[in-house]
């Protein structure tokens, strides 16, 4: 193994069903890479079909004890899960980036954002509330309650491989549903030993399955299954269509966060330098593999230049480099898949126009390597205008108007974040009002919080994760017509 924790036991090799570790029973199974060096770090299970579904029928008989608790009982050993994952945040870090790739520095950050979903959803479990409905006649009594979903799916991808997962496990366990949750092929590592920790802070046997595997086996076990009631999923647009079609059999429930093509707009009253520290942030987090990295920077005429000059400027000096390293602030891409589609992007930037300012090739390190480019004369007819380009290149719009500013920012059928600054306040509301996406960040790179509720409108999706609707999202609406 090229992965040393100090709790040795965190670095799972089989998969989590009904409070077991379990292998494939064939034997079936993959290997994780390291995205910097390419090294085998772990081989996982593959299961079959028939495991998975042994993980759904084990969650469906231990989701009828784990609803009977008391909310403050699953609160309780919500709260200690939280606390496990902060007394092992060194080594849920340096295994996060040793399978994903991101600086650890980022991976710390992860680790502390992951945790603080369960921390919130800890707390939010105690406030499930039902309500009391005035009768229209005196002959009755009209409540609503709220009760857990029961067994539900997750399906999480590689590029937050701890936060996706807490991000639905948190909210479905507080709610008192179980989980049957599938990571990404490329990332299980940090899923397992989230399952590690979760079953010592007390969540029974069950209540947590951590299944890996195939995606085309995993998906349709989970998506074909009646006891399923509902799959939340993290990923790309093209398979939440297909989860969405598949779901149509069971009349099952989704959440779907799916791709995000974010529009990042500069207005002329920016504060230029600050708008430029917004992109650093928002577009090369996790060298550009977010969904909610900014895609398209569009900047009003007036501060082009000098805007691009010095994003470009600041740009050249990022450190690339394996994670582990010091001071990299720019990790390898996930895989090989990854490194082709930014070097397509870039391309055909290139022959439409666009002006390499920073980067623009591959990095002299090789594997998935990629250097922080920026792309100045970017135009809607290029890829990087229609597709999420999932890497570190920024191409940068040049726009005269408001109107012409929000009309290209809206101009795709997805709408995940939308990011710009200003400093006018009419202008503020017009445009956080104007843009069609379910996250406005207005003067800020940042914005993820699990306080807050994060998810998309159009193509990017359906529902929302985090803040006071996350935990909706789990619980199913009864309404009790009482005859006096
Ligand atoms: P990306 O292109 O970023 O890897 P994907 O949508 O392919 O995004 O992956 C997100 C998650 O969806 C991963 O866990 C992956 O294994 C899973 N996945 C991919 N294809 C399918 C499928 N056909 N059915 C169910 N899950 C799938």
Known sequence: ??????????????????????????????????????????????????????????????????????????????????????????????????????????????????????????????????????????????????????????????????????????????????????????????????????????????????????????????????????????????????????????????????????????????????AVDGVMASKYRNTGQTCVCANRIFVQSGIYDSFTQKLAEKVSTMKVGAGTEDGVVQGPLINKAALEKVKRHVADAKAKGGRVLTGGDVHERGGSFFQPTVIADATPDMQVFVEETFGPVAPIFRFETEDEAVALANDTPFGLASYFFSRDLARIFRAAEALESGIVAVNSGVFSTEVAPFGGVKESGLGREGGQEGIEEYLETKFLCLGL
Not at 48 to 68: C, F, N, R, Y
Not at 160 to 174: D, E, W
Not at 225 to 253: E, N, Y
Request: glycine fraction near 8%.
């Open 1 to 274: 193994n090229t992965v040393v924790l100090k709790n040795r036991g965190l670095l799972r090799q089989q998969a989590f069903v009904n409070g077991q570790w379990i292998d494939a029973s064939n034997k079936d199974t993959y290997e994780v890479l390291n995205p910097a060096t390419g090294a085998v770090i772990a081989t996982v299970p593959s299961l079959s079909a028939d495991e998975v579904e042994l993980a759904i029928h084990g969650a469906a008989k231990a989701q009828k004890d784990w609803a009977a608790k008391t909310a403050q009982e699953r609160s309780r050993i919500l709260r200690r899960w939280f606390e496990l994952m902060h007394e092992n945040a060194e080594d849920l870090a340096l295994l996060m980036t040793t399978e994903q790739g991101k600086p650890l520095a980022e991976a710390r950050g992860e680790v502390a954002y992951a945790a603080s979903f369960i921390e919130w959803f800890s707390e939010e479990a105690r406030r499930v509330y039902g309500r009391i409905i005035p009768q229209p006649s005196n002959d009755r009594r009209l409540m609503v309650m709220k009760q857990p979903i029961g067994v539900v799916g997750a399906i999480t991808p590689w590029n937050f491989p701890a936060a996706m997962l807490t991000r639905k496990a948190g909210p479905a366990l507080a709610a008192g549903c179980a989980m049957v949750a599938k990571p990404a092929e490329d990332t299980p590592l940090t899923a397992l030993a989230l399952g590690v920790l979760a079953a010592e802070a007390g969540v029974p046997d069950g209540v947590l399955n951590i299944v890996t595997g195939k995606p085309d086996v995993v998906g349709p076990a989970l998506m074909g299954s009646s006891i399923v009631r509902k799959v939340s999923f993290t990923g790309s647009t093209a398979v939440g269509k297909l989860l969405m079609r598949q779901a149509a059999d069971t009349v099952k429930k989704l959440s779907l966060e799916l791709g995000g093509n974010a529009p990042f707009i500069v207005f002329d009253d920016a504060d230029v330098d600050a």
